[in-house]
């Protein structure tokens, strides 16, 4: 599982990963929380959950979300990173997300810390975060999505155009 060669990021629109990783090949579903609190643990980027706001309606209102859909990493420059690979921007993570779930829904971001985030769901990180968390940790390192997120980033500095 190595990174792929740099190109020039752009957002498509579709909220598709610029780099996408070879996760889906990996068999990796799921567990988002777990993968980005490892890239939060290997890279110290910035870690954050994307959700719907919360209303009148949402039933575990958290930290002005109406529940965390999904987690993970906006790295220094503001590509944002998930196990799927590296997105352009926030907004085009945040099209990908709704696009999974229902095209029309509104979703927002916000920034957590690990603490935050194992708290928000103990119920589903609880039973199996030891083992769970350290295959997905190994998965996250044989991605090497810090690496594919530089060259990236890199590829579309001023000084590289």
Not at 119 to 146: C, Q, W
Request: one cysteine or more.
């Amino acid at each position: 599982m190595t990174a792929q060669a740099p190109a020039a990021m752009t957002d498509d629109g579709r909220g598709l990963p610029a780099a996408p990783s070879a996760a889906a090949a990996a068999g990796f579903q799921g567990f988002c929380h777990y993968a980005a609190l490892a890239l939060r643990e290997i890279t110290g980027w910035e870690l954050r959950a994307l959700g719907a706001p919360a209303d009148e309606w949402s039933m575990s209102p958290w930290n002005g979300l109406g529940g965390i859909r999904h987690a993970y990493c906006l790295t220094p420059s503001g590509q944002a990173v998930d196990v799927h690979g590296v997105f352009a921007s926030e907004a085009a993570i945040r099209r990908f997300h709704a696009h999974e779930h229902d095209h029309d829904e509104t979703l927002i971001s916000v920034t957590v810390s690990a603490a935050d985030l194992r708290d928000s769901d103990r119920t589903f990180l609880a039973p199996v975060y030891g083992e769970e968390y350290a295959r997905t940790r190994k998965l996250i390192e044989g991605l090497r999505l810090p690496e594919l997120a530089a060259a990236h980033a890199e590829a579309n500095s001023p000084a590289a155009a």
